[in-house]
């Protein structure tokens, strides 16, 4: 089998992006200082961050500021409850979220909330149970989830439902016997997984199939070698980079997936990740615990 | 007011730059503010960079005027992902007292190349909610014109099981499951919209009603092609929690065993057994004889019914290795509690 050309796709993600994922320990590449004020430069009047400078603010964009300022520590340049009043005016009657003031409603905007309440350490701001329950609301026949009540299982929506319940301490509302073994079911004959039956296997999946089943304590149920084997034969071992699937084109979206899925599947030289938080568990300990060495 | 349904021309004719157009005549472009050091400068492209200056300059200004609306088309032609162009295009169209039909006419413009943006399916629904039930059929029509190019689109069947809800239509729609499924009845979207129709339809009186005939279609598909994981768990969702239904249903253990009597594609028909067994089926000979045969010779002896759930873990770690650690749970999980 290959091995992770780590250097390779440092030297990639530094020529593409300013925000960057710590997995490969190589986070002071980066000045932090300029990406801080940067970020702070998103921020909206409401409270809210855009995706960039003057751009409306929106939950996802606000859910990554927040993980990007806790890379780095520097959570403490936040108006903690400025940010808060714009995630909690975001949440609807039924418990759902939306992603900004126009109105659209998808699971995933309920797992950024709740990630991004949950690092700021103000859940209690949201109905929680509200929140809950409309999540549970999205479980489909096969134990899994969708973006909206009915629709079908899709891993990304699965992983956002299922790390939304995870902070919040609603594991018990998952069957995690009938949840497992669909999600284990993704594996295909590559070793790559897909996202649902019957569709092609993306690297992404390395990343929500896999946090899932580590969320739900099932993660032995699909086979790690072939997994780590498609992952590295994704990557561009030339210029860096991971691609969706081998040789295809790389880009930042699946080099950030398939480092995050090898540090799931413990490969060596890399930081462990929490699959709910979706950031390093020496930050996650941090933001929790209080200060820790990296 | 300006049309609206020029970006999708716009992308084939040569760039005119907005500087040279009559109708931004007086607009101050206003360049990206990137702060003083970049630490990535990304290479814009001329009608891009020209394209979003002049946005700015609008947005900031907060200028809700027809060239606002071109320009909102230009913009989203150029980067559909870029969600405060949508916004802004929808603060223009309610100023101005949009036509919401020449709207959805540009939606499908942008969808023709954009089929899985977010931006795009929030923007039409806005749009359809304006026209109400009379949009039901149209936009049904729009959804499925996308799925004849991706049946599996996961943003146009969220937007079609809103219009269901929202909006009406339910009619024709386990016609158009059927019809999708007879075009590739390995589509998991089109199983779960059917699911959702035999549900949630008003027409159809809801699962309990729906159930028989849905099992023996879910069999004739599963008979079809066996490896077939949707029509399995359609089967299994058919029934729900009535644990006692599913196991007196002798329909369902008839076709796990003619599965397993093909000697091929049976995984799911031993896992559905497998299943049954743990809530307390007792197969007959001819089931129990099916499975023995399925055993390669050193896997032994089958004897009791916790026997006959070993064996079935037992073949299936090896007819499905890549997924040997769950058989080997399922085996223990079924040891433990006979």
Redesign the interface.
Known sequence: MGELAGDKHVKYIL????KKDNLLGKLDT??SD??V??IL?CQHESGGF??N????P?LLYTLSAVQVLALFDKLDVLDINKVTNYIRALQNEDGSFSG?I???VDTRFSYCAICCLAILKRLDSINVEKAVRYIVSCK???GGF???P?????AGQIFCCVGALAITGSLHHIDKDLL???L??R?V?S?GLNG????LSDVCYSWWVLSSLIMIDRV????KE?LIKFILDCQDTENGGISDRPDDAVDIFHTYFGVAGLSLLEYPGLKATDPAYALPVDVVNRIFFGRCST | MASSSSSEGEGRRAWVPLASRPEFAGVTPLP??D?P?P??AIAYRDDFRETMDYF?SL??SRELSPRSLLLTSLAISVNPA???VW?FR?QVLEALGADWTEELEFTEGVAKRNAKN?QLW?HR??VAEKLGPDAASRELEFTRKIFCLDA?N?HA??HR??VL?ALGGWEDELDYCAQLLEEDV????AW??R??VI??SPSLGGLNAMRDSEVDYAIEAIHANPEN??PW??L??LY?DENEAWLNDSRVHSACLRVLKAKRNFKFALSTLLDLLGLGFKPNQEIKDAITSLRTSDLGEAGSDSDLANSICSILGLED??????WT?RKQQASSSS
Request: aromatic letters at 18%; proline letters at 2%; hydrophobic letters at 20%.
């Open positions: 020529s593409v992006e300013k980066v000045d300029e990406v004020s940067w430069q855009g995706g400078i003057g751009h409306d929106h900004h126009w109105g659209e489909t026949l096969d969708g973006c909206t009915g629709a079908e299982s899709h497992g073994w669909w284990c079911e594996q004959k070793g649902r039956p019957e569709k032995h149920w699909i086979d072939k | 990206q503010d702060g050091s630490v990535v700015r947005y900031s870029n969600y405060t916004h929808r977010y929030h629904r806005w599996k996961y069947w969220s099981q809103w809800q390995f589509n998991n979207s779960n919209q699911y959702f549900t949630k994981e949707s768990r359609y299994r969702g729900n290795p890549m997924r040997a650690n769950y749970w």
